[in-house]
């Protein structure tokens, strides 16, 4: 049985150069993964359960939109999956809330992914083996920005198999979230509170 072995790159002098062959950029992808997390700030205890993904996952996938779309990117909704693909370098890229990102185990979508997700992926020729992928048939490279909720973010070119991600066969850590660059991205100085003096006056 023929399989490929997920590549796993970790550093930015290996993740860079991989990015510019997709056309992406690490600071455009985590302008994004900034977005996301701070949409998903906006849930309330009034709003329903899920409205924090939701926010996340709307302001994610605008925010790639918003970054890339231009000359080279444009957007793509193909197999309901909604995505920016670079039709020269046949590659799409759509957003994901993630369990955890930029672990030893391939993250898992927050949300079940539909029988879309699956076909956009292509078709896979085996079954898939831990630690190792089916070879993909298709022409297309899918990957997702994966955001997980403490801010970590990968670029993953994932197999989707029963509405979830099972295998990766491409894997680039772009940030570890908390503790690395999530904090100094997410914090706006001119957010911080105004002290004052209460002024009272008698009528």
């Not at 029988?115 to 992926?121: F, L, S, Y």
Request: contains cysteine; glycine residues 8%; aromatic residues 8%.
């Amino acid at each position: 049985m023929e399989v490929v072995r997920t590549v796993i790159r970790r550093e930015p002098w290996e993740i860079e150069p991989r990015l510019r062959e997709l056309g992406l950029s690490r600071e455009g992808l985590l302008e994004a993964r900034d977005v996301a997390i701070h949409d998903s700030g906006n849930a309330t205890p009034f709003h329903a359960a899920n409205a924090a993904g939701t926010f996340s996952y709307h302001g994610g996938t605008w925010a790639l939109r918003n970054r890339f779309v231009g000359p080279d990117w444009v957007v793509d909704r193909a197999d309901s999956v909604e995505a920016i693909k670079n039709i020269k370098l046949r590659v799409k890229v759509a957003f994901s809330n993630v369990d955890a990102a930029c672990t030893p185990l391939v993250p898992k979508p927050r949300t079940k992914k539909g029988a879309g997700a699956e076909r956009a992926m292509g078709p896979s020729l085996f079954d898939e083996l831990p630690q190792y992928a089916p070879r993909q048939a298709g022409d297309w490279q899918f990957f997702y920005l994966m955001v997980d909720m403490d801010g970590a973010a990968e670029l993953t070119r994932p197999v989707v198999r029963g509405g979830t991600f099972t295998s990766a066969i491409e894997r680039n850590y772009l940030s570890r979230g908390k503790g690395d660059d999530v904090d100094k991205l997410l914090v706006n100085p001119d957010d911080s509170p105004i002290d004052f003096e209460p002024q009272i006056a008698r009528k």
